[in-house]
């Protein structure tokens, strides 16, 4: 698959501190593109970073206006209050959602509402991380265990079709550490340019490299991961 128009933020190098879980989404995502058609909304659409991946009928971005997250620069073409998707019942033929359920504090109603503008035999993708460091505060609610997102999910009225894990243990343990530098090391090199640039290369290209290798050699394990992602479908009768 083309990744050339995925902006670099979503498509990073070995040198970003999120690489591994950045390059791990994109793959699991442009895998499952195929399963979703017609007219397709992306909610929390952000800036749309994946709508290249898709051969879609009709693309439309949705997302909340709130604090913690600035839509500046962002292509978003519907908001809502949090609360009702405004479009009518069965609108769209398939919906996606990236990085967006750990931010909402209501995640049960919105599925309700996600399945609501949903058709029948609609497909839903969604990813959500399971290890990731607090981000878009005050916005950030919840990690979701790969147990847990399949029960909310099908107790609100969706279908499993295809769950897995992003990353491994290996992978997560190293992107973690990265965090960590990005966090709370790299910063005090800011007024350093040429020290700090050389930092960033070095030790992120360093560790992700490692990380790929050891995931190669070393038992992956998938009891510490990154990311879920989740492929679902609204039954064509509902229970």
């Not at 659409?45 to 500046?72: N, T």
């Not at 049960?108 to 981000?135: A, Q």
Request: net charge neutral; aromatic share 12%.
């Amino acid at each position: 698959m083309n990744y050339s128009q995925i902006p670099k933020e979503f498509n990073p190098g070995l040198f970003a501190p999120n690489y591994l879980t950045r390059q791990g989404l994109l793959k699991a995502i442009s895998k499952n593109v195929p399963s979703l058609k017609g007219i397709m909304m992306d909610f929390g659409c952000g800036a749309k970073p994946y709508q290249s991946l898709f051969s879609v009928e009709r693309y439309i971005g949705v997302d909340y206006e709130g604090d913690g997250h600035s839509h500046e620069n962002e292509n978003v073409d519907v908001f809502y209050n949090g609360k009702i998707i405004p479009f009518e019942n069965e609108y769209f033929d398939s919906i996606f959602s990236t990085e967006v359920f750990e931010h909402i504090f209501n995640l049960k109603e919105i599925l309700k509402e996600i399945n609501r503008v949903l058709k029948p035999g609609g497909h839903l993708l969604i990813t959500c991380p399971f290890s990731i460091c607090e981000h878009e505060v005050p916005n950030d609610f919840a990690r979701y265990t790969s147990f847990a997102i399949k029960h909310i999910l099908e107790e609100n009225g969706f279908e499993v079709i295809m769950q897995d894990k992003i990353g491994c243990s290996v992978t997560t343990i190293f992107q973690l550490w990265e965090m960590y530098i990005h966090q709370n090391i790299a910063p005090r090199l800011q007024k350093i340019p040429i020290v700090r640039s050389a930092f960033r290369i070095i030790t992120y290209s360093i560790l992700n490299s490692c990380a790929l290798l050891l995931k190669s050699i070393l038992p992956k394990g998938k009891e510490l991961y990154l990311n879920n992602i989740v492929l679902v479908q609204k039954p064509h009768t509902q229970k």
